[in-house]
């Protein structure tokens, strides 16, 4: 579920309505609706980096002064990339901040909020702070490396069950070979020689 917050804003703009359609959050009327996707942990020369991304629904056209940045904990700005802003399918425009913080970075700047705006002057929206260290973070964490190690099991199961079909293909491979070196021997013997006794003249005495 996301969550946002108005910032610098009226009590009119605060009651603005969010419509939800076909399972995505919109805006109204050029007013963004920023949102932080699921944060992604990654590998940097071997350093460890977490991957923050907010996207901007309804963002204004290109030619407009539309912002979107993140800021930490004590409200200082943080240096990210931004993208867009890009249509959409529905004719709206779409905009993208990416921020890439390694562990330390994080646990120094954290909570993250995104924040967005349409034009210089208009309101200001924010997400609800990103807290992403602690118990919550730990548990997240160690949960790819259990996975791991059942894949690792699996792979194990596998090859013993591998190495005992290999044998027995072998033992049938031997049984089938000796049964025919002992059909072929005997296919080879010469066949046994039969001796007639001679036979024996009566002669009869009259």
């Given at each position: ?32 609706f ?43 700005a ?23 913080l ?105």
């Amino acid at each position: 579920q996301v969550h946002f917050q108005l910032r610098e804003g009226s009590e009119t703009a605060a009651k603005d309505p969010v419509h939800l359609k076909h399972g995505h959050v919109w805006g109204i009327a050029g007013t963004p609706f920023p949102s932080l996707a699921p944060p992604v942990t990654l590998l940097v020369d071997g350093r460890r980096h977490t991957l923050v991304v907010c996207l901007v629904l309804d963002a204004a056209p290109p030619g407009l002064d539309s912002l979107v940045w993140f800021s930490g904990g004590n409200g200082s700005a943080l240096d990210a990339f931004t993208y867009g802003p890009s249509p959409a399918p529905d004719g709206t425009w779409t905009s993208l901040g990416q921020l890439s913080l390694s562990s330390e970075e994080l646990e120094a700047w954290e909570p993250l909020v995104c924040h967005t705006r349409p034009a210089a002057g208009g309101l200001n929206r924010s997400t609800h702070p990103l807290q992403l260290s602690g118990e919550e973070a730990s548990t997240d964490r160690t949960c790819p490396q259990e996975t791991l190690r059942g894949t690792q099991r699996q792979v194990l199961r596998l090859s013993v069950l591998r190495l005992l079909l290999f044998k027995l293909l072998l033992l049938d491979v031997f049984l089938t070979c000796s049964r025919l070196c002992v059909l072929a021997g005997q296919h080879l013997l010469p066949p046994p020689s039969s001796k007639q006794a001679p036979a024996s003249t009566h002669q009869s005495w009259t």
